[in-house]
């Protein structure tokens, strides 16, 4: 995981030539800008999501691990709560190969409070829980770019 303010994203060019992809177009576009669903940056291999969606409580959201791809998620509006979880701990439940993403469960680690202006990377195969409620408004504007690995 990877927690830091988005005007520091280029600091962690050079991890993967997907992700300096997606960091380069992150850092040359305005995210705002985009339409909601799919934006493709390079195939498959880079692309973003942008969604309107509701945080919830603690109690209604469960971790979620992807295979194939890291999460880059960075709120446009509204504000979040993401948590992540032990790698070493955690258990598969229902994968879905189409949408590589299965529900898990894991043991906690850390909490990190997105909101704009904010950024975290889940790595493939690291449980988070994105999309928690910090307070009544819950109505959320993210994006999430999916960096194959």
Do not use: W
């Amino acid at each position: 995981m990877i927690y830091d303010k988005l005007s520091n994203i280029t600091l962690y060019k050079g991890l993967s030539k997907n992700l300096d992809t997606a960091i380069q177009f992150i850092s040359t576009h305005d995210l705002n800008e985009l339409p909601l669903g799919k934006t493709t940056i390079d195939g498959d291999r880079v692309y973003i999501n942008v969604m309107e969606t509701k945080a919830q409580p603690i109690e209604e959201r469960k971790y979620e691990v992807h295979k194939n791809y890291m999460d880059i998620q960075i709120d446009l509006i509204g504000t979040e709560r993401v948590d992540t979880g032990d790698y070493h701990q955690v258990t598969l439940e229902d994968y879905h190969q189409e949408n590589d993403v299965a529900a898990a469960s894991s043991e906690d680690l850390a909490q990190c409070i997105l909101g704009p202006g904010n950024f975290i990377i889940c790595m493939a195969r690291e449980p988070h829980k994105p999309n928690i409620a910090v307070s009544d408004d819950t109505f959320l504007k993210k994006a999430v770019v999916k960096v194959h690995i």
